[in-house]
């Protein structure tokens, strides 16, 4: 499950850097009322701790493989 939260808090990152990178246009500082917005800034720090997360899974099938041989 915590995999999946990850997972989607990455894609609304990348979302959001899509937007900025195309359009000059920050969706989540939109929404909560600016990249300094208390808000704002605790999205941005939960889709980098996602990331980080997410590192785990390169490494999470290989695990996998060994646990079952």
Known sequence: MLDRIALLLLIVGGVNWGLIGIF?????????????????????????????????LFFKEQEMLEARA
């Open 24 to 56: 000059r246009f920050d969706l989540v500082a939109f929404i909560f009322g600016g990249q300094a917005a208390v808000l704002a800034r605790i999205i941005y720090v939960l889709v980098g701790i996602s990331a980080i997360w997410c590192i785990s």
